[in-house]
């Protein structure tokens, strides 16, 4: 099962970064398959210190601000137990990993990762469509240059009511930040 989350992964000087993904998840989290495309700051980082962060959240905001590069800042984090990382202040479990196989055969590359250590934070607030149609207008967003335009813009409409009857303000903004950056993507498209 893919399980979406927010990885944090670091380089060989310490420097945090945090990125929504989806792994394969294996049994309950025994082992994780990372999958990141081949030029993002995950993968570079990934190579480099073959260690990371996964993080199972219930909130929308940092996955979707993280997914489109506009995160204003590094959310709260402390120390990894077992690993060189960093673990998210505000996360229900956390999931640390060392990478043991890499596979860069394809733009999207597959990393094995072996959980070496696990935690809770809070519990799981609970199922919310709001939440759920955030993620995939964040999706959507880092999509843009593969997914044909009619369709990301018939599926931000499908998911426009499910964020404004059942989301609170987190979920609004969010999701209406995404249509914000896709219709900026579009312009500056147009005007390229
Ligand atoms: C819910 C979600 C899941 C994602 N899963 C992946 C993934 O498995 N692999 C990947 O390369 N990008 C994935 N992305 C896209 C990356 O998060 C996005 O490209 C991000 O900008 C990469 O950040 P980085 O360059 O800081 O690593 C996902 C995005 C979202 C919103």
């Known amino acids: 099962m893919i399980v979406e989350g927010l990885l944090t992964s670091t380089n060989a000087d310490g420097k945090i970064n945090v990125a929504p993904m989806g792994p394969i998840v294996r049994g309950d989290f025994e082992s994780l398959l990372l999958r990141p495309f081949r030029g993002s700051t995950t993968y570079a980082n990934l190579i480099e210190t073959r260690t990371a962060v996964f993080h199972v959240v219930d909130r929308v ?3 979707a601000r993280a997914a489109v590069s506009r995160l204003d ?3 709260d984090t402390v120390a990894a ?3 060189s990382g960093a673990v998210l ?3 229900c479990r956390w999931f640390e990993v060392k990478i043991r196989d890499v596979d860069i055969t394809n733009e999207r590359s597959e990393m094995q990762a072996e959980v070496v250590y696990a935690g809770q934070r809070r519990p799981y607030f609970g199922l919310n469509r709001a939440r759920h149609a955030v993620i995939e207008a964040a999706i959507l967003a ?3 240059h593969l ?6 813009e018939s599926a931000l409409q499908m998911l426009a009511p499910a964020v ?3 989301g609170g303000p987190e979920e609004t903004d969010a999701f209406d930040m995404l ?3 896709i219709e900026l993507h579009y312009v500056g498209e147009a005007s390229a």
Do not use: N, W
Request: proline share 7%; hydrophobic share 35%.
């Open 147 to 152: 997914v044909p335009r009619d369709e990301i």
């Open 73 to 75: 800042r590094l959310p």
């Open 164 to 166: 404004a009857r059942t």
């Open 81 to 83: 137990t077992a690993v």
């Open 142 to 144: 880092t999509r843009v």
């Open 89 to 91: 202040v505000d996360c």
């Open 179 to 181: 249509q914000r950056h």
């Open 61 to 63: 905001g940092v996955i």
